[in-house]
């Protein structure tokens, strides 16, 4: 079996098919990361650009070392070294690149709707890497390998995703992707950053968190998009902390077996208390791990095969 698209831009575009293709591939992938030697050739003589409008830790560099591992040329452009800075459109890039003949072009953005722009007007294949609040399709890749890894299957699990939903990438890619696979979604936050008409999603949303992590197999925390937000959509960070926030006494009210998410970066203190982010139930490391392998299997599935 075999990706049907030439890009990667929304968990809408895959089949629940597609989805176990790329999590069983990157179970073989997650293996190369703990050899002594992690490089096989699969990918020698291809060239990948990482083009990053956004900020990013996470994403970019396991993007660079999934290229690497799997021996592809990795080349890094941020927006602020680029000639974006003097004016050149997404597209115009685009089409630059495109004439250095790259295999891949994986790309942040903050504007919605870009790595489309991107996908529609180059040959190359395309991988969104997080476009502004629309969708973030590898991280829900990478969480529910996660999940599958620790749980042993995605099917009929209950997982609570709290805090900023409405600004949240993460979130969209996560429902869609989690209800594909037959998860029950369930969504707690303040009302200011739920979006209206969000059950019409087919999600449950419990304003209460105590009762929204109650019986749930997964509590998914988000981070406060503060470069997102108009101002005023919570009193003050103590506030927020205070009511929405997961610390050890909220996490009483959880499962015994309670996994913790969190796709980083952190707000510790804030959406998430710090002896809950580093304490036991905490899976947050393991997304980062998994992160490289879903990587490779994508650039694998999508250029490699
Ligand atoms: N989870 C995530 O996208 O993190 P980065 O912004 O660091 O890439």
Request: charged share 25%; aromatic share 4%; net charge neutral.
């Amino acid at each position: 079996m075999e990706l049907r698209n030439k890009d990667l831009l929304a968990i809408r575009d895959l089949s629940p098919e597609e989805i176990l293709l790329i999590l069983d591939t990157a179970e073989s992938m997650k293996e190369i990361s703990t050899r002594d030697i992690k490089k096989v050739p699969t990918l020698r003589g291809k060239t990948v650009i990482n083009l990053f409008y956004e900020p990013s830790t996470r994403t970019r560099t396991s993007f660079e070392i999934a290229g690497k591992r799997l021996s592809a040329d990795v080349i890094n452009i941020s927006s602020a070294t680029s000639s974006t800075t003097k004016g050149e459109t997404l597209k115009d890039t685009g089409r630059n690149l495109q004439a250095m003949n790259p295999d891949l072009i994986v790309i942040r953005h903050a504007a919605a709707g870009a790595p489309k722009i991107l996908a529609d007007a180059l040959p190359v294949p395309v991988i969104n890497a997080g476009d502004g609040a629309h969708e973030h399709p590898t991280q829900a890749l990478l969480d529910a390998f996660t999940i599958r890894e620790k749980k042993k299957t995605l099917a009929g699990i209950t997982v609570a995703i709290i805090g900023d939903i409405t600004h949240s990438r993460v979130a969209r890619s996560n429902i869609a992707l989690l209800q594909k696979m037959g998860a029950e979604v369930r969504l707690s936050g303040p009302y200011t950053m739920v979006p209206p008409y969000i059950e019409a999603l087919g999600v449950s949303f419990i304003p209460d968190i105590g009762e929204a992590i109650r019986d749930a197999d997964v509590i998914m925390m988000l981070r406060i998009q503060l470069e997102r937000q108009q101002h005023g959509l919570f009193p003050t960070v103590r506030e927020y902390a205070r009511f929405f926030g997961l610390n050890r006494e909220r996490l009483q009210r959880a499962k015994p077996d309670v996994l913790i998410m969190h796709p980083g970066p952190l707000n510790r203190g804030v959406e998430i208390s710090p002896d809950v982010a580093d304490g036991p139930y905490s899976i947050i490391l393991d997304q980062v791990t998994n992160g490289v392998a879903v990587r490779m299997a994508l650039l694998y599935l999508l250029i490699g095969k």
